[in-house]
């Protein structure tokens, strides 16, 4: 958007102040896009979040890429930032999930690498079409943002479900099988799924049942004598 703003401004004549609501909106949006995301991946699952994630970014892309309004701009900057939410959210979290634990923490930084890796990418594509016509060029600099969301809806067909979700639907079997396919050693793969049914409160067979983190912060436990 901060190479494609300079065109839009152009073509649809906007004012300075709705190039900066345009612009800064993208931040406030995404954060609602996060606390839902949270909710939406425990009804769901991780890997259907990350999907929903692309299909609602690659709305508000298509939108923004055919926009002839401020009004349908911001429309489309508004499907963006909620799918930019959910993705910055579900991302690191399905990784830490699925991971296996000698290569988790080099694993769970490479949603930040990327991201600023892209950002990168977003310049240079900025400046590679800053030649075209100005009612073209910004619109094609929108819409090659559809395509880093082809590529994760793709690899949706090919990713498992994350196996702490899958014991919190009461599905142990199946987390068994998606963490043997990270890890070979059927020890290891006994001890990591022991340890998720213990967080997630399900180490019986016994249905997980969400805990009420929000009570919990409005009345935390009380101090222990002798912790001072």
């Known amino acids: 958007m901060s190479g494609a703003i300079i065109f839009i401004q152009e073509d649809l004549n906007i004012t300075e102040v709705q190039e900066e609501v345009l612009v800064g909106c993208l931040s406030i949006v995404s954060l609602f896009g996060s606390l839902a995301g949270g909710r939406t991946s425990d009804a769901i699952g991780r890997k259907w979040t990350m999907g929903l994630a692309a299909v609602v970014f690659q709305s508000g892309a298509a939108i923004m890429t055919l926009a002839h309004s401020f009004q349908i701009l911001m429309i489309g900057r508004f499907l963006a930032g909620i799918g930019i939410g959910f993705?910055?959210?579900?991302?690191?979290?399905?990784?830490?999930?699925?991971?296996?634990?000698?290569?988790?923490?080099?694993?769970?930084?490479?949603?930040?690498?990327?991201?600023?890796?892209?950002?990168?990418?977003?310049?240079?594509?900025?400046?590679?079409?800053?030649?075209?016509?100005?009612?073209?060029?910004?619109?094609?600099?929108?819409?090659?943002?559809?395509?880093?969301?082809?590529?994760?809806?793709?690899?949706?067909?090919?990713?498992p479900e994350s196996p702490r979700w899958l014991v919190m639907q009461d599905r142990v079997e199946e987390a068994r099988l998606v963490l043997l396919k990270t890890n070979e050693n059927e020890r290891e793969v006994e001890e990591r799924l022991e340890e998720i049914q213990k967080a997630a409160g399900n180490t019986n067979g016994d249905k997980y049942e969400e805990k009420a983190v929000w009570r919990e912060l409005l009345s935390p436990s009380p101090a222990l004598d002798g912790c001072w």
């Open 87 to 159: 993705g910055v959210m579900i991302a690191p979290v399905y990784i830490a999930e699925i991971s296996p634990t000698v290569a988790r923490g080099s694993l769970t930084s490479f949603p930040e690498i990327f991201i600023n890796l892209g950002i990168l990418l977003g310049y240079v594509s900025n400046y590679a079409f800053s030649n075209l016509p100005v009612n073209t060029g910004w619109r094609v600099m929108l819409a090659v943002g559809i395509l880093p969301s082809v590529f994760i809806a793709v690899a949706l067909f090919i990713i």
